[in-house]
């Protein structure tokens, strides 16, 4: 079987249903305060990119990319069937994400997950793409319940390169893989 990555078709029930089962799965993890996952009219809003990667047995994964500024978008939605956990499937999605933001020339992005045990599987996938901890960005705000990481892209000498730094403007550091490389993304340029 191979997973196809496509952008969401919002009419198709099995996706409403595989989002529900997100954040019914979230709910016990953290206050409703502290819960920051899009539901399905939040994935639907202008700026927002949603894309399904399905298995031929149905979906196995979701990712998003919400605009947060010029050039800044925060990963939303990322979400593995239980079943498909550990197969590869989120670092797929993962790498969907960051090969679309830089077609796109999108310079920074960043993420929340959670802070506790069950996110470390995120956690880990995010710091082994390249994100870096770093302070709350946009709305959120200090939270013992939320984790924020960022990756951020700088151009030099015309090429791409991960570096890495938090909003609050600490100096990045700079790697000697192109961006597209960090996760042996290909980014497709629009024709």
């Excluded at 196995?60 to 939303?76: C, S």
């Excluded at 597209?180 to 980014?187: D, H, K, Y």
Aim: charged share 25%; hydrophobic share 40%; proline share 7%.
């Amino acid at each position: 079987m191979t997973l196809r990555i496509h952008r969401a078709d919002f009419s198709d029930p099995r996706l409403a249903a595989f989002l529900q089962a997100h954040l019914d799965e979230l709910a016990p993890t953290a206050p409703p305060e502290s819960r920051h996952a899009l539901d399905l009219s939040g994935l639907r809003q202008p700026g927002v990119r949603l894309w399904v990667g399905e298995w031929d047995d149905g979906i196995a994964a979701t990712g998003a990319l919400a605009a947060l500024g010029q050039e800044h978008e925060e990963v939303k939605s990322m979400r593995t069937d239980p079943r498909r956990r550990g197969s590869g499937v989120g670092r797929a999605m993962l790498r969907h994400l960051l090969g679309d933001a830089a077609s796109r020339g999108v310079r920074q992005l960043s993420l929340e997950t959670g802070s506790t045990e069950f996110f470390a599987p995120a956690r880990a996938l995010y710091a082994g793409a390249g994100f870096v901890v770093c302070g709350p960005f946009g709305d959120y705000r200090d939270d013992p319940h939320s984790v924020y990481m960022t990756l951020t892209a700088a151009s030099a000498g015309g090429a791409e390169y991960a570096s890495f730094a938090c909003e609050a403007g600490a100096e990045p550091r700079r790697v000697r893989r192109p961006l597209s490389s960090v996760l042996n993304v290909r980014p497709e340029r629009p024709s």
